[in-house]
């Protein structure tokens, strides 16, 4: 039988312990992946400046200097037009990195926003939710890109020179994967709620007259953190993966913008003849995606509210 | 229990006739029918021989009608013609199915068969080297773009090696088949370890810390029973539930691997058939691709139930 | 639990190793090729009916299994292929006519023209049924009728009627009297024997039920070298030799056509020997050969042949900037075709002066030309107003800025660095060009019909030898909203003299005359730039070395026609 008042005291929000040291210590590869991935963002911030101080933007194009070995003007080369490689990876870390997270967090909120009430409330509504989360999960990603793709956003209003630029593309890959992406995170939150919804401080909320809202907010959510948090570190790493699929079918960052999925698809057909157009951009993503994974993982170990084993 | 499942039919039927309607809209409103193609490519096409099609393929008729068209001929069990492979679209399907049921399951038998040993191990070892080193590896395989993966494999062993064949489907014997579903399984299974991996490790390493063990510990049981004997057995309830799901998933087949490796499955049939308007393939491919799914996901929720006593089925 | 674990590694481990221990030889050499010939294409025919929907794999397929009446060969001349003497108005063969009291024949004049064909006797279909002048008449009824699902009608309207004089000689009735009064190419013979009873069943289901779909393996559908022996849908097809082939023997016992759509994986494929050629006509990019051959030109043949795809730059003529011709002219001058061709085509694509190939007969260079010269192109833009600013870029008097945007299709990697190279030398004279690609059936089923560019569309038309551009140049045929966007010339061109030229072209039978008409055009096109011409793609033939005989003949009609040419050198 376990404790009613124990429970009932327990903290309602985890606590990070005061020993972040220790805890720091026992997720080597955690920290080694923050690392990385700053590493990663200060690279994709510094850009501008590298291809300044290398006097080679982004679309500098130079016939004559295609595929060129790495040299001191070009670090690490110069791709099939002759533009430099390394401001090309800063400036596509810039879109990859940043459509992963924004793309990411949108699709979490969306998922708690159905997840939890579904899981909370169960009965009909958890049905009708899960339903159509099913249904989304079921829905053909490609017809539905390939509609967007040919929305003029010019006719919806949105300034024409905005809804031509390359920009426009990746608020356009941003948005679908949001309203796809929240799937997981929506199951996930609905399972975890249903496991907790049935723990005895939650009962003994509810006993007490708790409002759902307050229940949800203040009781359910915290727990929810953790699992949340781990989920969207690990979706960043999808949608980093996602758009390189996109950009296979076709349908990702249009050029000349740089994203590390296109400058991979592109690189396929060159495997042979230029394999490092290729492995830099695959290692770039592999790098990073990994790194989220390993950080996810390792929060997952650190902030677990229950403590750690002995 | 049985008005539960009664429920969960009506709301599964729901489901796909709203998916059906959706599905149908949204390839009707794709840009560029393959007939308005012709135009582009056959300049002794008129605008005459564009109606003269439209018409025949029954084009002409507005969104609606086409559907409610399709709607009824598919509850009497009429799905039509392919427009792609000029075939009763339900052999196409079936055919198809059964090609996708053969990769998919084997990708997927592997990447149990490795993940959820490993994930155990890993959760007991939680925080030594062996840990780490299996979640790297884990991690390695879902890190990567899969037709990137698909292209490496191809090159490392079919070129370079020239152990396996670089695609397709072999000649129809079981051996040939086997030979060529190698590299795709491989490369499939790949990918869904490391997801797999992570959620057996999670609950597993939850269920260890549990008091029931710190029991069974102290009565003297050696480590390995206490995990396979005790903890595994908890551990499973949430790693059986997304076995589930991800058994559901696997009928919509896998787009990317299927392209790259040539190999005729539900996933690339059900891309070619949208990108070609093909609407009767299309559709009979999602909708058992959903129906599937949708199943799947009741077994998984009626195991989570039967599974764990804490959680009533409403 | 562990046990267990520990039992499937090592089941999994002796299945690999089962699996890897099966391991056959590459099929490189031509001794197991005389036994099957494994040719990889980009695409799987959708339908094997001859008239219903082209496509380039269909067309290949063909080639194999059937052959043409008349066709183009490789030096670009009408020769017969089933027919025995090439009719001529000059062989008497042809004769002019005057048609039939009421005939509509679109304003084209008050005379047809009888034409006679005779098939070759020993032409036999693969059962050994003879191909008789009933086939032809049954192939017109179907092409004729408007539920059958045939695509292009028009050239079967065309026909006034066919005569059958005997069993295998046979008179055409066309409603008009044009140069191409004796191509009989795209008529393509239907066995009557077989698909008479599916057609007459049904006509409206003829399309779903036509033996070449339902039962494709039937040797009487087919009457070429080959014929189906098997077929993997959306696979494989494979071709085994025809018993009743009258002509030259092939080499090959069998042939197997694999599609394999991803290019790298095409590439892969033909390294690892599962397949043992590419065909050109269906194959790899141009760039993407050209990098093949650098690292295995050694292992394989590869031959490049120019094709009749011209690509070039489409503008919208209403829109303000493009619409104006001094524009044009300095677009062309401010880009380095030939650089951008010797870089990244090794130079193997054909520069292009107009929308006429070097190699159609009537071609002349005697024409404006636009060599690569910035500062003619910064006067050009000076002239047509828009200066340039301190920023760097153009503008006019109002300060709009000298901006459009170039569109083309996504996920084509040729076209997308072409487009990158261009966008950043029009750069240097000042223009902001911004790109903005589409999927193919976005922009070819909408955008370019319906004129929804502002700016240049980047793509190919693909043509015939010696076509009269009707359809991309003639004022009727520009695509509106009336016509229910029918018609090429979605650039809206429109030139009295060019309409004119265009309707004389089509019925001058003197050869001589129409030279001249030729080159009038050519002169008119460069002087007024309807398209800014870029160049014809070429297609890459990768294939062993020992294969020889094959010759692309660089029009739309694929090698496939003369397989029976094709050899085994020692």
């Not at chain 1, 510094?46 to 982004?58: C, E, T, V």
């Not at chain 2, 795709?184 to 609950?203: D, E, K, N, W």
């Not at chain 3, 009408?78 to 009719?87: A, K, R, S």
Request: negative net charge.
């Amino acid at each position: 039988m376990t404790d009613l008042s124990a429970d009932a005291a327990t903290p309602v929000a985890p606590i990070l312990r005061p020993s972040i040291g220790r805890l720091l210590l026992a997720q080597p590869l955690a920290v080694a992946a923050a690392f990385v991935i700053i590493g990663m963002a200060v690279l994709a911030l510094l850009a501008p400046a590298i291809a300044h101080w290398l006097d080679a933007p982004a679309d500098a194009v130079d016939l004559l200097g295609r595929f060129s070995p790495p040299s001191p003007e070009h670090p690490l080369g110069t791709d099939e037009l002759g533009r430099d490689l390394l401001v090309r990876l800063a400036y596509g870390g810039r879109i990859s990195l940043g459509l992963g997270c924004v793309a990411a967090v949108a699709a979490s909120l969306i998922g708690i926003a159905i997840g939890l009430p579904a899981g909370y409330y169960g009965g009909r509504f958890d049905a009708l939710l899960m339903r159509v989360t099913d249904g989304v999960i079921a829905l053909p990603l490609l017809p539905l890109l390939i509609v967007l793709a040919a929305i003029d956003l010019g006719k919806l209003g949105l300034p024409p020179e905005w809804a031509h630029s390359p920009v426009a593309s990746f608020w356009r890959v941003a948005i679908l994967v949001a309203l796809v992406g929240w799937t997981t995170v929506a199951r996930l939150v609905r399972g975890t709620t249903l496991s907790i919804r049935e723990r005895d401080y939650v009962r003994a909320a509810q006993a007490i007259g708790a409002r759902p809202a307050r229940i949800m907010l203040v009781h359910i959510l915290p727990n929810l953190a953790t699992p949340v948090l781990v989920a969207l570190t690990l979706s960043v790493g999808n949608v980093i993966l996602f758009e390189s699929v996109l950009s296979f079918l076709g349908l990702g960052i249009q050029p000349p913008w740089p994203s590390w999925g296109n400058m991979l698809t592109n690189a396929q057909e060159l495997i042979w003849s230029a394999p490092m157009l290729a492995i830099w951009p695959g290692l770039f993503i592999f790098v990073t995606v990994i790194a989220f994974n390993l950080l996810g993982d390792g929060l997952d170990a650190m902030l677990d509210p229950r403590g750690r084993r002995d | 229990m049985a008005v539960f499942l009664i429920r969960r039919l009506i709301d599964c039927t729901i489901v796909l006739v709203v998916m059906s309607f959706v599905v149908y809209a949204l390839i009707g409103l794709m840009p560029g029918d393959p007939i308005d193609l012709m135009v582009t490519s056959d300049p002794t096409l008129s605008a005459a021989d564009i109606a003269r099609l439209k018409a025949l393929y029954g084009l002409d008729r507005p969104l609606i009608d086409r559907y409610l068209a399709w709607a009824g001929d598919a509850l009497q069990g009429k799905f039509g013609y392919s427009r792609l492979y000029v075939q009763p679209a339900a052999a196409i399907v079936s055919d198809r199915l059964g090609n996708t049921v053969l990769l998919m399951g084997l990708a997927f038998a592997l990447a149990a068969a490795i993940a959820l040993p490993a994930g155990a191990i890993a959760a007991q070892k939680s925080g030594r080297l062996a840990d780490h080193v299996i979640n790297l590896v884990a991690f390695a395989g879902i890190s990567m773009p899969q037709f990137w993966l698909a292209i490496l494999a191809i090159i490392v062993f079919a070129v370079l090696l020239g152990w396996l064949p670089a695609g397709g489907m072999g000649n129809g014997s079981i051996g040939d088949t086997l030979r060529h579903l190698a590299l795709p399984v491989f490369t499939l299974a790949i990918a869904s370890i490391g997801g797999l991996l992570r959620y057996t490790r999670g609950a597993t390493r939850e269920v260890l810390r549990q008091d029931f063990i710190r029991t069974a510990r102290a009565k003297g049981l050696s480590e390995s029973r206490v995990l396979w004997g005790h903890a595994m057995r908890n551990a499973m309830i949430p790693v059986v539930t997304i076995l589930a799901l991800d058994f559901g998933a696997l009928f919509s087949g896998a787009l990317i691997t299927e392209t790259m490796f040539s190999w005729l499955g539900m996933g690339k049939t059900i891309y070619d058939a949208i990108m070609g308007n093909d609407y009767n393939l299309a559709l009979l491919g999602l909708l058992i691709a959903t129906a599937l799914v949708l199943l799947c996901n009741l077994l998984a929720d009626l195991a989570y139930a039967w599974l764990d006593p804490r959680v009533r089925l409403r | 639990m562990r046990r267990l674990a520990r039992l499937l590694v090592v089941l999994c481990g002796l299945a690999f190793a089962q699996v890897v221990a099966a391991v056959p030889a590459a099929a490189q050499s031509a001794d197991v090729a005389r036994k099957e010939f494994v040719i990889g294409i980009a695409q799987y025919p959708a339908t094997f009916h001859p008239n219903i929907e082209s496509m380039m794999a269909k067309a290949y397929l063909l080639g194999f299994t059937q052959r043409l009446v008349t066709v183009y060969d490789k030096d670009w001349e009408l020769v017969c292929m089933l027919c025995t003497e090439l009719p001529t108005i000059e062989n008497g063969l042809a004769v002019i006519e005057k048609l039939p009291e009421g005939t509509d024949n679109g304003g084209a004049g008050e005379n047809g023209i009888a034409v006679t064909y005779t098939i070759d006797p020993k032409a036999v279909w693969g059962d050994g049924t003879p191909i008789t002048t009933d086939d032809v008449i049954f192939t017109w009824e179907v092409g004729r009728h408007p539920e059958s699902g045939v695509v292009s009608g028009e050239g079967y309207r065309r026909i006034l009627s066919i005569d059958a004089i005997d069993d295998k000689t046979f008179v055409v009735h066309q409603d008009r009297v044009d140069f191409t009064y004796n191509a009989m190419n795209d008529f393509r013979l239907l066995p009557a024997h077989i698909e008479r009873a599916i057609f007459e069943g049904n006509p409206r289901e003829y399309r779903n039920r036509t033996a070449y779909d339902t039962n494709p393996t039937d040797p009487g559908l087919w009457y070429g070298p080959y014929r189906v022996a098997s077929v993997t849908a959306g696979a494989e097809i494979v071709l085994e030799r025809n018993p009743n082939w009258w002509g030259a023997a092939p080499a090959f016992d069998r042939i197997r056509l694999v599609a394999i759509e991803n290019t790298a994986a095409l590439e892969a494929n033909l390294l690892s020997g599962s397949i043992q050629m590419i065909a050109g006509e269906l194959g790899l990019s141009l760039d993407q050969a050209l990098a093949f051959e650098q690292r295995n030109g050694d292992d394989y043949k590869v031959i490049y042949k120019s094709a009749l795809f011209y690509e070039h730059l489409e503008p919208n003529l209403d829109g303000p900037i493009v619409g104006d011709l001094r524009v044009r002219q300095a677009l062309l001058h401010a880009i380095d075709r030939d650089a951008i061709n010797r870089q990244l085509f090794a130079g193997k694509q054909t520069i292009a002066l107009t929308n006429v190939n070097p190699l159609d007969w009537m071609y002349t260079a005697d024409v404006v030309r636009y060599p690569y010269d910035p500062a003619r192109a910064a006067a050009l833009l000076d002239e047509a107003g828009w200066r340039e600013g301190p920023d760097g870029w153009r503008a006019n008097d109002a300060g709009e800025r000298l901006a459009f945007t170039l569109m083309s299709t996504a996920g084509d990697r040729s076209r997308e660095l072409v487009e990158q190279v261009l966008q950043n030398q029009w750069r240097e004279v000042g223009i902001d060009v911004s790109i903005r690609n589409q999927p193919a059936r976005v922009l070819f089923g909408e955008t370019i019909p319906q004129r929804k560019f502002d700016g240049l569309a980047l793509f190919a038309w693909l043509s015939a030898p010696e076509s009269v551009p009707r359809t991309t140049m003639h004022s009727t045929m520009i695509p509106t909203e009336a016509n229910n966007w029918q018609g090429q010339n979605s650039a809206g061109y429109s030139s009295e003299r060019v309409d004119a030229l265009i309707d004389a072209m089509e019925i001058e039978l003197d050869r001589e005359k129409r030279g001249e008409m030729w080159r009038e055009l050519q002169r008119l096109y460069a002087e007024e730039l309807p398209a800014i011409p870029l160049w014809f793609r070429s297609q890459a033939f990768i294939m062993p070395t020992w294969l020889g005989g094959l010759e692309p003949t660089g029009n739309q009609y694929p090698t496939s026609l003369w397989v029976e040419t094709w050899s085994i050198a020692e």
